[in-house]
């Protein structure tokens, strides 16, 4: 069928250039290679689709009736190779980003508002969830990842900023106990666990000058595998919570949350925006990196120490 293709479009090309010199010159081919391109396309076919004479060809009636769908066949291929252009060297198509519900709310759709804005041709599906997705099964473009590292060699994984992870509560909740100086002093409290990170119940601490390592066990009566709903519980004065500096960082400017032993680091985690591996990469992809990255590079990941 693929040889037939190219017999097709040889064809189109004779019938169009008016010799089968012409057509040699045009496609880069020997004049030839390109009879016995209609030679097999006749024999194939079992008619003749071409007259022949030494001054000029001419068209068959099978051949008028051919050279109409070879013509429709050559057209298409031009307009899908012009899509695919398009799609390579310009801000069309379709967009799939894949990211967690809290990062698209909070950061992902504010970075790229006016960027979305100023391209109404692109169509963008917001894949937002906390699973694990595999990007060439669902066709994920890019996808943005929090780990403390990441390698995958069909992947290419851009850093987009470091994000530290914080003990958090509310003032109101932290005046019902003892002031806290070292991590073992929250052994009598629970915490509000978030049981999307590995080993949630167990932390462990450097101290930022020191660096004295501690680890310890809390315990924890509520759990989610929501952010939101975690942030919720703990601005209920249900007790300590371990997240992301990037979640909180607004509650914690305004006092309604206070980082609890703020002299004390728990370990980082980076901001991946992730594509495949390709030789080609769109030009949609490639811009939206772009702004993906000069938006962190602008936010705080973690706070200043003193």
């Not at 069928?1 to 089968?20: H, I, P, Q, Y």
């Not at 391109?37 to 003749?48: C, P, T």
């Not at 992947?155 to 070292?182: D, F, G, S």
């Not at 609890?260 to 680091?265: A, H």
């Amino acid at each position: 069928m693929l040889e037939n293709l190219r017999s097709m479009a040889v064809f189109t090309c004779v019938v169009d250039r008016g010799s089968f010199s012409n057509a040699a010159r045009e496609l880069g081919i020997t004049t030839s290679a390109v009879s016995q391109q209609i030679r097999s396309l006749e024999n194939e076919l079992g008619v003749v689709l071409l007259h022949r004479s030494t001054r000029k060809i001419s068209l068959t009636e099978a051949g008028s009736i051919f050279y109409k769908s070879c013509l429709e066949m050559v057209q298409a291929a031009e307009r899908g190779k012009t899509r695919i252009n398009e799609l390579r060297d310009e801000l069309v198509g379709d967009l799939r980003i894949a990211t967690t519900p809290e990062l698209g709310a909070y950061h992902i759709v504010p970075a790229l508002s006016s960027w979305l804005a100023a391209h109404p041709q692109l169509s963008i599906n917001f894949e937002a969830d906390n699973r694990y997705i595999d990007m060439i099964q669902e066709r994920i473009d890019i996808a943005i990842r929090m780990s403390p590292a990441l390698s995958d060699s069909s992947l290419i994984a851009r850093p987009m900023c470091r994000v530290e992870q914080v003990l958090v509560a509310t003032p109101a909740y932290l005046r019902q106990y003892p002031a806290l100086h070292h991590p073992t002093d929250l052994t009598g409290h629970s915490l509000i666990g978030i049981n999307l990170i590995k080993d949630v119940n167990t932390l462990m601490f450097k101290h930022h000058q020191t660096e004295e390592p501690v680890t310890i066990t809390m315990p924890s009566r509520l759990e989610s595998n929501n952010v939101f709903l975690t942030k919720t519980l703990c601005l209920g004065n249900h007790g300590i919570t371990r997240i992301l500096f990037l979640d909180v960082q607004k509650e914690l400017a305004r006092g309604e949350l206070v980082e609890i032993l703020p002299q004390w680091k728990l370990p980082d985690y980076t901001l991946y925006a992730v594509t495949l591996r390709r030789e080609h990469q769109p030009i949609k992809i490639t811009r939206c990196l772009e702004s993906l990255s000069q938006y962190f590079s602008q936010i705080p990941g973690g706070r200043d120490y003193l």
